[in-house]
């Protein structure tokens, strides 16, 4: 395939809850998304990057810089066969997974479409849905907390993560355990923790949690092996995790027992499959990460969670958890916790161009020898 033209945009859309974490608060997400051209096939991607660097060194900003001035000119026009090829024709931009995985899930629903493939037959994937939990910020009070478990539990999501920082961690966790003593129930630290907090994170260990996520620095594995070492509870990398090799040396150090795959993060389908695979041979469970994506990204992550060792709800809920009105159709919704993997060619959703226009903040078109 060839890529002739590849259009970005900067899309807003307001949460209908706003969202705190450790490291930062969003009341709307600016995503940017990727329409490419390639032999005349349409195909859509999603760059969920945070607008600030408080996550991961990313931004929206950063993410439209590479995907403008390096990743466009470096593939338009290029010949590729498949991703493999298209991704090597950007081998030499380090990092940048964000910005990568907008263009790559593009290339792999125009790939799919050319086909008449649905994403997830093209990866590989043999689940008929995905097992869908939720993850929920930090609030101002329990109360609030126990609101939102109550109307995710009664919407039927199979289990709940909750986010904690210093100041809303053990107490909390003591008393959400107390109130739903058998709810399947894990904790989102986002790096807030350094090891002097061991004894704190050791009082984990008393709610049988599935695991603790990131609790330790973003760009840590060797103090994590210390950790996991000192806890009973699971130590499930985030942050830490960007390729199949980070993957593979995280659990050969034993720095953790689970990873939470995030398409996003990774640069994509492709290396997000490559850390399945390696996971999966060593017989690791992960589950699939989310970005609080629009229908474009949340589809691609339903298609990569497919695959068979995505054994653990992930945090791809409905899109009705977090927007009014999504940017593709049909709605992406779960039916008792689970959601179905979509079976239209490509990513098996349709981005709504009126929407997309009434909500885009800035647009650039790339053409292939412009
Ligand atoms: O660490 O998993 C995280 C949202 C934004 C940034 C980081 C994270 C999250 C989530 C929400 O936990 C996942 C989702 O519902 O999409
Ligand atoms: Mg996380």
């Known amino acids: 395939m060839r890529i002739e033209?590849?259009?970005?945009?900067?899309?807003?859309?307001?949460?209908?809850?706003?969202?705190?974490?450790?490291?930062?608060?969003?009341?709307?997400?600016?995503?940017?998304?990727?329409?490419?051209?390639?032999?005349?096939?349409?195909?859509?991607?999603?760059?969920?990057?945070?607008?600030?660097?408080f996550y991961c060194p990313e931004t929206t900003e950063t993410c439209w810089h590479v995907l403008h001035d390096f990743l466009a000119p470096m593939t338009l026009g290029k010949p590729w066969e498949s991703i493999e090829d298209l991704a090597a024709?950007?081998?030499?931009?380090?990092?940048?997974?964000?910005?990568?995985?907008?263009l790559e899930m593009?290339?792999?629903?125009a790939l799919a479409r050319s086909r008449g493939l649905p994403l997830h037959r093209l990866l590989g994937g043999t689940r008929s849905e995905v097992l869908s939990g939720v993850?929920?910020?930090?609030?101002?009070?329990?109360?609030?907390?126990?609101e939102n478990i109550d109307q995710y539990l009664g919407e039927g999501y199979r289990r709940i993560k909750l986010k904690i920082a210093p100041g809303w961690d053990v107490d909390v966790v003591r008393r959400v355990r107390g109130r739903y003593p058998d709810v399947a129930l894990q904790v989102d630290a986002n790096s807030a923790y350094s090891l002097d907090d061991i004894d704190l994170l050791k009082k984990l260990d008393d709610f049988d949690l599935l695991l603790i996520e990131q609790p330790l620095a973003h760009d840590d594995i060797i103090d994590h092996v210390k950790l996991q070492a000192a806890l009973k509870t699971p130590v499930c990398l985030d942050e830490s995790i960007h390729s199949a090799d980070d993957a593979r040396k995280a659990i050969e150090l034993g720095a953790c027992r689970v990873i939470n795959i995030k398409v996003s993060r990774v640069g994509g389908p492709l290396e997000a499959r490559r850390i399945h695979d390696v996971c999966a041979a060593r017989g690791v469970p992960v589950w699939c990460g989310g970005?609080?994506?629009?229908?474009?990204?949340?589809?691609?992550?339903v298609a990569v969670a497919s695959l068979a060792g995505f054994s653990l709800p992930g945090d791809v809920s409905g899109s009705d958890k977090y927007y009014r009105e999504?940017?593709?159709?049909?709605?992406?919704?779960?039916?008792r916790g689970a959601i179905a993997v979509f079976e239209g060619s490509?990513?098996?959703?349709?981005?709504?161009?009126d929407r997309i226009r009434k909500n885009t903040l800035r647009a650039a078109t790339l053409r292939a020898g412009a």
Request: with cysteine; aromatic share 6%; hydrophobic share 45%.
């Open 89 to 102: 024709l950007y081998k030499k931009v380090k990092g940048n997974g964000f910005a990568r995985a907008g």
């Open 106 to 109: 593009a290339c792999w629903d």
């Open 346 to 353: 490509g990513l098996g959703v349709e981005p709504v161009p």
């Open 326 to 335: 999504d940017v593709v159709e049909p709605p992406i919704l779960a039916t």
């Open 135 to 146: 993850s929920l910020g930090i609030e101002s009070d329990i109360g609030a907390v126990f």
């Open 5 to 53: 033209q590849i259009d970005l945009a900067v899309v807003r859309l307001p949460l209908i809850r706003p969202f705190q974490t450790s490291s930062s608060r969003k009341a709307h997400l600016d995503h940017i998304l990727v329409r490419v051209v390639a032999d005349g096939v349409e195909g859509w991607g999603e760059c969920a990057s945070p607008s600030d660097p």
């Open 291 to 301: 970005m609080h994506e629009f229908g474009i990204g949340r589809a691609a992550n």
